[in-house]
């Protein structure tokens, strides 16, 4: 089994929904020989790795089009699988070492696998994504990782979660409006990036600023485009006390135009900013896509 796993055996509910057809698909292929099984003394169909690798093989172009995402390994029947099951201590392992190694089909595979298996996309963010770049942060600070392998690896996170957009289901857009920025000596967005995905699929239409935000004459944004919400995102400013400033002078803009401020990041953890425009802080995507 790669990549350390202790699988041994699919069942036929597993085999189906990893190859994208339905039960009796998979009864009908065992008993013509087109699929090979193991049977039990009880007459249950028990599949190995090799079978199902096996069937792709020799069914790319009959069947190349499967539940998840296409098939062409055995390494892509695990992480079908994975998915499938919600084994999500080996996805964010297998995410953490694929963005290492800044191979964005990969990570691109899980993100696109698990949204297209359901999987809500503010859980996706809070369970798979975050983790990861939290790993990653800690083994640049714990000088297992240079800068430059810090920040290859975070923008193969960011790319593949931008990729990602191109498959989200995205309903008609409201009135409402959302702002999302950073500060103006911010340069992490990539969290910022996930919010705007969210409020996309809320029915939110999203101006996205991003990282760096100047706020000389921002007030004449707000003008222009009447937001009815402000997400301010910050990770690791330079200076607290010009991220103070901005934040407050945001806050005061937003407030004079009844726009609602929303703040999130690690940031906010050391600032003591009490504002009557900021109706919320921000912990996870799930509250995000809540309020």
Not at 40 to 58: D, N, P, Y
Not at 164 to 185: F, H, M
Request: charged residues 25%.
């Amino acid at each position: 089994m790669i990549m350390g796993s202790n699988l041994k055996y699919f069942n036929s509910e597993d085999a189906a929904k990893i190859l994208g057809v339905n039960v009796s698909t998979i009864k009908r292929w065992t008993d013509t020989g087109n699929l090979e099984c193991i049977k039990t003394a009880g007459g249950h169909r028990k599949f190995l790795m090799s079978h199902l690798s096996s069937f792709v093989e020799r069914n790319k172009k009959k069947n190349s089009k499967v539940n998840l995402f296409t098939l062409e390994s055995e390494e892509d029947i695990e992480i079908s699988y994975r998915i499938l099951k919600g084994d999500y201590q080996f996805l964010h392992e297998y995410v953490l070492k694929q963005s290492l190694q800044c191979n964005r089909d990969k990570v691109q595979q899980v993100f696109n696998g698990l949204y297209l298996g359901q999987y809500p996309l503010h859980f996706i963010y809070d369970i798979i994504v975050t983790p990861v770049l939290h790993r990653i942060g800690y083994l640049w600070e714990e000088n297992q990782l240079s800068v430059i392998q810090e920040h290859l690896a975070s923008q193969t996170i960011k790319d593949c979660i931008i990729r990602l957009q191109g498959i989200i289901n995205i309903p008609e857009g409201n009135e409402e409006k959302a702002l999302c920025l950073t500060p103006s000596n911010e340069l992490h967005d990539i969290s910022l990036k996930m919010v705007d995905h969210i409020l996309e699929i809320r029915g939110f239409t999203v101006l996205y600023s991003g990282q760096i935000t100047p706020l000389e004459k921002i007030e004449h944004s707000f003008d222009a485009y009447r937001p009815n919400r402000l997400y301010i995102s910050s990770t690791t400013p330079d200076s607290r006390e010009r991220l103070r400033r901005d934040i407050l002078q945001l806050c005061d803009i937003a407030m004079e135009r009844n726009c609602d401020v929303y703040v999130g990041g690690r940031s906010f953890d050391f600032l003591e900013i009490d504002h009557s425009a900021i109706r919320r802080r921000l912990y996870t995507f799930e509250e995000v896509n809540r309020y």
